[in-house]
């Protein structure tokens, strides 16, 4: 009877430190995604702030005006005509 205890509590001492081991890997994994993942989200955040300051850019109103009067030629109409509907 003995001999079978001890059996047993080697074994589950066997499946005990193997277990601790396969979850140990797996925390180590996980850790090694989560920090992967941390790296994209800063790169993307970073790209979205140069694609906004990108826009707000090239979107300001004094840059579209000389965009229109250079590239495209358009000025500014001499008279100012006011249509009324009725």
Do not use: C
């Not at 920090?35 to 979107?59: F, I, M, P």
């Amino acid at each position: 009877m003995r001999t079978v205890f001890v059996v047993f509590m080697g074994v589950a001492l066997t499946v005990s430190a193997i277990a601790v081991v396969v979850s140990k890997h797996r925390s180590r994994a996980l850790v090694n995604d989560l920090q992967q993942l941390a790296w994209e989200r800063d790169r993307l955040e970073t790209e979205w702030s140069q694609l906004q300051l990108e826009e707000a850019a090239l979107a300001s109103p004094i840059r579209v005006e000389a965009m229109a009067r250079g590239r495209l030629q358009m000025a500014e109409p001499a008279q100012y005509i006011a249509v009324e509907q009725p």
